[in-house]
C-alpha cells in the first residue's frame, strides 16, 4: 500500500505547490530570459525508476557547455560557469522547483534517491548501482540532506575533486540511499520533507542522525 499513497501524496502536494509557487516562479523566469545565455530550463537526461532514463527539468544555473568546461560535471562555490543568478538558485534550491513537473508526470517523488546522471552514477559501487533505484527517484532525499553543501565541500577538499566525490562523497551517499530503500515509509518521507526545509534554514544541523536510528555516519574530511 506504501507506494499507492506515496503516489498519491506526490501528486496532491505537487498540484497544491505548483498552483502556490506559480507567482514566485514567474520572476525567476523573466530574470532567466534576460540575463545569461536567456534560456530558463536545464533538460538533463538522469537515471531513475528501475534504472530507467528520463529527463529532468530544472531552473537553469549554468552556461550551457558547462560539462564539457572547467570541471565538468562537478560544482564548486562560486564556479565561474554559473549564471549570474546560478549561484543563489543552488544555494536555496529553488533551482530543483521546476522537478514537480517531473513529480505530476510519475518521473519522481518528492521524496526518494536523486537521480544521477551517467559519470556520477558509476561512481557508486556495483552492489548499490543494481538496488538504488528500486525506489523512485526524489526530489529531496536523506542524501540530499546530509550533501546539503556538496559544493563547498568540492570546493575546499585538498584531494583532487573527482577522486574526492568517488572515493569519500559517492559511497557514503550510496549507503545513505540504501539506507532510505531499507526503511522507506511515510512516517521516513514526511521527516525528510521536514529535514530538508530543517536543514536550508540550519546547514550545520545534526538532527537527521538523531531523528533517524542506524542512519550510516562517515567522516568526510580528506582520506
Known amino acids: 500500500m506504501y507506494p499507492f499513497f506515496k503516489r498519491l501524496i506526490d501528486l496532491f502536494v505537487s498540484l497544491i505547490v505548483l498552483c502556490i509557487l506559480l507567482p514566485f516562479m514567474l ?26 532514463y528520463f529527463n529532468i527539468i530544472k531552473f537553469a544555473t549554468m ?3 558547462s560539462p564539457n568546461m572547467g570541471t565538468g560535471l562537478i560544482t564548486i562555490r562560486k ?12 544555494m536555496t534550491k529553488i533551482n530543483e522547483l521546476p522537478q514537480i513537473l517531473n513529480v505530476i508526470k510519475g518521473d519522481m517523488s518528492i521524496v526518494g534517491p536523486r537521480p544521477l546522471v551517467d559519470k556520477t552514477f558509476n561512481a557508486y559501487p556495483e552492489a548499490i548501482r543494481n538496488k538504488i533505484y528500486d525506489s523512485v527517484p526524489g526530489i529531496t ?15 575546499n577538499t585538498k584531494m583532487d575533486r573527482t577522486e574526492y566525490y568517488e572515493k569519500v ?17 511515510l512516517r521516513v518521507d514526511f521527516w525528510i520533507i521536514f529535514l530538508t526545509a530543517w536543514s536550508i534554514i540550519n546547514p550545520d544541523t545534526k538532527l537527521p542522525h538523531k531523528v533517524f ?11
Request: without cysteine; proline residues 6%.
Open 169 to 185: 562523497i559517492a559511497p557514503y551517499k550510496g549507503e545513505l540511499e540504501m539506507w532510505y530503500n531499507k526503511n522507506k515509509s
Open 27 to 52: 520572476p525567476i523566469v523573466i530574470i532567466l530570459l534576460l540575463t545569461g545565455e536567456h534560456y530558463v530550463f536545464y533538460l538533463q537526461k538522469r537515471i531513475g525508476y528501475k534504472n530507467r
Open 141 to 155: 532525499g536523506i542524501g540530499s540532506i546530509i550533501f546539503r553543501d556538496e559544493e563547498d565541500l568540492l570546493t
Open 79 to 90: 564556479d565561474p560557469r554559473l549564471l549570474p543568478i546560478g549561484g543563489f538558485l543552488r
Open 63 to 65: 552556461l550551457k557547455n
Open 213 to 223: 536510528n542506524g542512519l550510516p555516519q562517515k567522516d568526510l574530511s580528506d582520506i
